[in-house]
């Protein structure tokens, strides 16, 4: 096979336009697919079949993203210009410290954004292709234009392409036109100039089919196709969540804090008549001291350990944001197969309409299962252990009407007796609404009309008892007579099939570890009341809390918000209801996380401020969830939870730090240079006080975190935050005025001892006051993270130090003498002691 690279122009235009044979030949392909050789040569070609960025162009943009503060850039400014007016020393030790702070921040989010990208190649979509004449399963960036791909419902599309093969295809186009019903598609030519959602004849990238199977010729992929095209429109930024929000809503106020603060210091200095330059690179490195900077590369180093911790207990974030939202979920909405029940269904019995269990039953439920080629599910494999009931290769396949969620039936065809039989299998009520007659014990046809209550009566017998019922029948056909939906009329019912699905043991004690995290369950399920209610029962739940998807069909959003908190079971709701519901949960005040793994699940996974899906779901559920476990399993949620939590707990504690001591140090500078003939610190020493407090703060992801945290969901509360900052803010600054007052009055203290000994204060409480306000507890009774407090003594121990260090003179620092050394420590005591004190009496009356 020829090499494509430049060989497909015309593919390039208008494939839907084309025939099939004239883009094999443009595409150099054939109907049996490529080579595993020639795609190997088109896959370095055209490159992987990703819209991912390239990487080198994220870690530049994350680089220069430490230097992008407004204040940073006037900062630096500033300095050149201090350079060029003679003060070369000064400039280059600010250059220095400003560039070691954003390298510090660089290399901690570049860490963290390893760790993720790692992670995420453990959730991989792969597509079924054929190569070399074999249908095989391969990853989906491996997919080049000239591959033939097989599709069924579940399955996320590819790349852009030309249908060649379809049976009752419907496919979802939302992510690409908007559209929110399934569109149909055929085999066929469409005209040239036909937009998106008039090419009925292809498929393309990012799109999921809802039903039906296909086989399709690719002809785009990765930027080629319509959804790279616009990929840059469509990456618009995801919805704020809560903390992201609050997040935001803090920078605002530290800004406008800043702001203000700035201005009224460079402007009170100038009237003063202290020199401009130097007011001014004060007070911009007092705006520096202000601003968390580290707070982007803080927040990105704890969601990043995280995740990574998360993962070690099996469930991998797909997007850093949801960690938040994982902690405070306090309503947790899932279906019962697989994460309440254990998922592996056991055919229970094949019985007539009279409850006897029938070998002809068994016989055409075999051969529906066996012979259909929709997406695999657990029913159709416990069908498929009647093997030995008949031989499938006596009843040739001939047809098939695939699944979808609004007939609820599937059906086949097979050659038998000279005819065709068509086989459908489905939902017991959906069945029997096609059926006019129904098969005997004794081979008879009966007017179903006439047994109906029967049935009936057996149907709410099994749900009764958990029992999961469907419905088989049939119908003879003419043989070489085309099958569409439309033939599922006046068949005959031969009887009804029953399944088990058992409780996954140890279930109730991860319901009662979930209550523990103060996390409600709530399942939302297709099945029947019945069976909702027996699961219900066995599970704890109280059956009575209960809501069908007819009673919510007849709701308001209104009536269903004000009915959700006290439901627990949402029973034979349609897969359009599940959004809804969450969307009611949401709107009652809860922060909700939802489990979804089918094809129906996407759109509840989206709505859900947590969409939690698992490993071995359908393509398009992984792709709309936040989080994917590698285990259907409650406790593997529980354990994410408890690492969200810790995450969220940890993020919290950075700005308690950076509004307690921090802040509290920068005002004081602030009022300080107003009564000073002097600057209380020079813009290197202001600078070099803020990297160092910043220092053990970025190791606060590896700190212990109290139970409290973690039993109970947090929610961001900017209330609480403003609360903190004043109460400590102002401690902070009592005690730095006191400081003042010892230097100045008892101690006496010059320019340089001033500025040494108040340096000296500032970084050690400030270090001090890490330890203090991480914890709700006392500092002796909740033990800090190794590492935190080794970064903790070695900045203290650093700061001691430097007076006396050959660096001293370049920081304009002065050796102390022991009195004044015996003083400092003696405040830092009293100012750790009173926090303390503070820290109790506060979180009595004010709770986060």
């Known amino acids: 096979m020829n090499n494509p690279e ?5 593919a390039n235009s208008a494939f839907w336009s084309q025939k099939p044979d004239d883009l094999y030949q443009s595409l150099k392909t054939t109907a049996t697919g490529l080579s595993q050789a020639e795609a190997s040569k088109r896959l370095k070609i055209y490159g992987p079949n990703s819209l991912a960025s390239n990487e080198k162009t994220q870690l530049f943009t994350l680089l220069i993203r430490q230097f992008a503060s407004p204040i940073i850039i006037i900062l630096m400014a500033a300095d050149v210009l201090s350079f060029y007016l003679g003060d070369p020393t000064d400039a280059i030790i600010i250059l220095v410290i400003v560039l070691i702070s954003g390298l510090l921040g660089f290399f901690q989010e570049k860490g963290a954004y390893n760790v993720v990208a790692k992670l995420r190649q453990l959730i991989k979509s792969n597509s079924q292709v054929i190569r070399d004449g074999k249908q095989q399963t391969i990853s989906s960036d491996q997919i080049v234009p000239g591959d033939i791909i097989v599709l069924g419902a579940g399955d996320r599309v590819p790349g852009d392409g030309l249908l060649i093969e379809s049976n009752n295809l419907f496919v979802g186009e939302s992510a690409l036109t908007g559209e929110s019903f399934p569109v149909e598609k055929n085999v066929g030519i469409v005209p040239e100039q036909s937009g998106i959602s008039g090419r009925t004849n292809s498929l393309f990238m990012g799109t999921n089919v809802c039903s ?4 399709a010729l690719v002809v785009h992929t990765a930027k080629d196709t319509e959804f790279g095209k616009i990929s840059q429109d469509l990456k618009t930024r995801p919805v704020e969540n809560e903390f992201a929000a609050g997040i935001r809503k803090f920078g605002y106020l530290l800004a406008e804090i800043t702001g203000i603060l700035v201005i009224l210091i460079f402007v009170t200095n100038i009237l003063l008549h202290k020199p401009i330059l130097d007011s001014f690179l004060f007070a911009l490195a007092l705006a520096v001291g202000l601003t968390p900077q580290l707070l982007p590369a803080i927040i990105s180093i704890n969601l990043a350990r995280g995740t990574r911790k998360m993962a070690e207990k099996k469930v991998i974030v797909k997007r850093l944001e949801s960690i938040e939202n994982f902690g405070s979920m306090n309503v947790f909405c899932s279906d019962k197969t697989g994460t309440l029940t254990e998922g592996t269904i056991s055919l229970h019995d094949c019985v007539d309409y009279e409850g006897k269990t029938n070998d002809t039953v068994k016989k055409y439920a075999y051969l529906n299962s066996m012979l259909e080629t929709g997406f695999s599910n657990p029913i159709d494999e416990s069908l498929k252990t009647l093997k030995g009931i008949c031989n499938v290769d006596d009843f040739p396949k001939t047809d098939e009407i695939p699944y979808d969620f609004i007939r609820k039936r599937l059906s086949i065809t097979v050659e038998e007796n000279g005819q065709q039989t068509l086989i459908t299998k489905g939902a017991l009520n959906k069945v029997t609404e096609v059926c006019t007659s129904v098969y005997s014990s004794n081979g008879n046809i009966l007017p179903i009309n006439t047994v109906q209550a029967n049935i009936d009566k057996l149907y709410q017998d099994y749900s009764s008892q958990g029992l999961r019922t469907l419905g088989i029948a049939i119908k003879t056909i003419p043989k070489g007579q085309d099958v569409t939906a439309a033939e599922e009329s006046g068949m005959t019912l031969l009887g009804i099939l029953t399944f088990e699905d058992m409780l996954k043991e140890g279930i109730g004690d991860a319901i009662q570890q979930l ?10 399920t297709g099945d029947n009341h019945l069976i909702a209610a027996n699961i219900g029962a066995k599970l704890g739940l109280d059956p009575k809390a209960m809501i069908t998807g007819p009673d919510i069909q007849n709701m308001t959003m209104e009536a269903l918000v004000q009915k959700v908190n006290n439901t627990v079971i949402f029973a034979e709701i349609e897969p359009n209801q599940k959004e809804r519901i969450l969307i009611a949960c949401k709107q009652a005040g809860n922060v909700v996380g939802y489990m979804g793994d089918g094809i129906n699940d996407a759109s509840a996974l989206h709505a859900a401020d947590v969409g939690i899906s698992v490993n071995d779901g359908v393509d398009v559920a992984k792709d709309a969830a936040d989080i994917v476990l590698m285990e259907k399993d409650l406790l593997v949620l529980v354990d994410g939870v408890r690492e969200g939590r810790t995450t969220f707990a940890n993020t919290l504690k950075y700005i308690f730090m950076a509004t307690s001591a921090n802040f509290g140090n920068m005002f004081s500078m602030a009022g300080a240079s107003l009564f000073l003939s002097y600057l209380p610190l020079l813009p290197t020493q202001i600078l070099l006080t803020n990297l160092l407090t910043d220092l053990p703060e970025t190791t606060i992801s590896t700190d212990n975190v109290d139970e409290d945290w973690i039993n109970k969901p947090r929610r961001w509360n900017l209330g609480f935050i403003k609360r903190f900052m004043v109460v400590f803010g102002i401690i902070s600054s009592v005690f730095d005025y006191l400081t003042f007052f010892v230097l100045l009055k008892i101690l006496h203290a010059g320019m340089a001892e001033f500025r040494t000994g108040w340096f000296l204060e500032s970084v050690i409480s400030a270090s001090c006051v890490v330890l203090i306000v ?14 935190l407090l080794a970064a903790n003594i070695f900045v203290m121990s650093l700061t001691i130090y430097l007076p006396y260090s050959p660096l001293s003179k370049l920081f ?11 003083a400092m420590f003696m405040m830092v005591a009293l100012y750790a002691a009173t926090a303390e004190m503070a820290k109790r009496i506060f979180y009595k009356h004010v709770s986060l």
């Open 212 to 215: 039906g199977i296909a086989k």
């Open 812 to 822: 304009n620092f002065t050796p102390l003498p022991w009195s004044f050394i015996g």
């Open 6 to 10: 430049n060989s497909n122009a015309a």
């Open 774 to 787: 991480r914890t709700i507890h006392s500092v002796f009774k909740s033990r800090p993270g190794k590492i």
């Open 515 to 524: 209550h523990g995290l103060g996390i409600s369950l709530k399942i939302i």
